[in-house]
C-alpha cells in the first residue's frame, strides 16, 4: 500500500524567502508523484507531477521539486515566497495501473508573512 | 476541452431534501471519482468509476448514491443528508495517473 507524509501542517515564511515543504512516500512500486495547491474555496490545482525521466520537475509559479528515491522524497520548494503564495499544499502519489487511486498528505498550509 | 466542471458551486439542502450534484469532462478519461473534504484536510475519497463501473466504494453510508450515466458525466445523488456532511464535494478524472479536478461543490446541511 502506498501512504504520503507531510511533515509540518502548518509552515511560515517571510515575503522573499525560500519556501521549503517537505513530502515522504511510501510505495513498494515506483511511484507517479504530484502537488496541489488549494486556495480557499477553491478546487485542487496540480503544481507539478513526477512520472518518468528528469527527476527534477519545475512547475507552475516557480515552485519545482526532486524526486529523491534513496530518501522517499519529494520536496516542494520555491527560491522567493510571495504573498499569493499563501494557499494549503497537498502531495499525492499513485502507483499506475494499479486501480487509480490516489493517496493524499495531510497538506501543509503556508503562510506567507509580508 | 481540458477540464472537469462541477454544479452547482453551492449547495445549501435540509435534512429531507433530495438534491443531485453533477460532474462533466470531456476528456476522454474513463476513470472518475467523487471526494469528499471539509476544511484544511485532505480530500477523502468516497467512490471511484472505471469505465463507468463502480470499481471502489469507500464504505460511504447510503444516503449518498452515485451515477455514471455515460463515459462523460458522473452525479452524486443526495438525500436525508445530516449536518456533518457539510463539505466541499470534488470531482475528478484521470488519465495515465494523472487526476484532474474540478472546482467543487460547497454543500452545506442545515
Known amino acids: 500500500a502506498q501512504s504520503v507524509t507531510q511533515l509540518g501542517s502548518h509552515v511560515s515564511v517571510s515575503e522573499g524567502a525560500l519556501v521549503l515543504l517537505r513530502c515522504n512516500y511510501s510505495s513498494s512500486v515506483p511511484p507517479y508523484l504530484f502537488w496541489y495547491v488549494q486556495y480557499p474555496n477553491q478546487g485542487l490545482q496540480l503544481l507539478l507531477k513526477?512520472?518518468?525521466?528528469?527527476?527534477l520537475v519545475k512547475g507552475i509559479n516557480g515552485f519545482e521539486a526532486e524526486f529523491k528515491k534513496s530518501e522517499t522524497s519529494f520536496h516542494l520548494t520555491k527560491p522567493s515566497a510571495h504573498m499569493s503564495d499563501a494557499a494549503e499544499y497537498f502531495c499525492a502519489v499513485t502507483v499506475p495501473y494499479t486501480g487509480n487511486q490516489f493517496y493524499f498528505g495531510t497538506g501543509t498550509s503556508l503562510t506567507v508573512i509580508p | 476541452d481540458t477540464e472537469v466542471t462541477q454544479t452547482p458551486k453551492h449547495l445549501v439542502m435540509g435534512m429531507t431534501n433530495k438534491k443531485s450534484l453533477k460532474c462533466e469532462q470531456h476528456?476522454?478519461?474513463?476513470?472518475m471519482y467523487w471526494y469528499k473534504q471539509k476544511a484544511k484536510k485532505p480530500p477523502e475519497l468516497m467512490f471511484v468509476?472505471?469505465?463507468?463501473?463502480?470499481?471502489i466504494n469507500e464504505s460511504v453510508p447510503s444516503r449518498f448514491s452515485p451515477e455514471c450515466p455515460n463515459s462523460s458525466l458522473l452525479n452524486l445523488h443526495l438525500h436525508a443528508l445530516q449536518p456533518e456532511d457539510s463539505a466541499l464535494y470534488l470531482c475528478a478524472s484521470s488519465l495515465l495517473g494523472e487526476q484532474f479536478f474540478g472546482p467543487g461543490t460547497r454543500l452545506t446541511v442545515l
Open positions: 476528456m476522454g478519461h474513463r476513470a
Open positions: 468509476y472505471s469505465y463507468e463501473k463502480l470499481s
Open positions: 513526477y512520472t518518468t525521466g528528469a527527476t
